[in-house]
């Protein structure tokens, strides 16, 4: 039971940092469009397209790494 809450912290932990250094990220590397100084400015908003492999991957490497931390503590708990 010790191992599963220990798997679910650090894989919530793990997932959150990992979308937050992402977007963090993204809104560094990100350059507005020029040509949007010639378009006047409209009530219409528009977003951009979403993709499930991004969630999909962060998931993946989130889970990797609570799986590598909880062996990593049961083998120091153990010995």
């Known amino acids: 039971m010790k191992k599963s809450f220990i798997f679910v912290g ?3 932990l ?4 990992i979308q937050v250094l992402s977007g963090w990220l993204l809104t ?10 010639q378009v006047p400015v409209t009530s219409y908003v528009k ?12 998931s993946i490497i ?3 790494i609570a799986a590598g931390v909880t ?3 049961n083998k120091k708990t153990v010995q």
């Open 71 to 73: 062996k990593l503590i």
């Open 47 to 58: 977003f951009g397209s979403t993709s499930l492999l991004s969630p999909l991957a962060i």
């Open 28 to 37: 560094i590397m990100y350059t507005p469009d020029p040509s949007w100084d």
């Open 10 to 12: 650090v894989f919530s």
């Open 62 to 64: 989130a889970l990797a």
């Open 14 to 17: 793990a997932f959150v940092a």
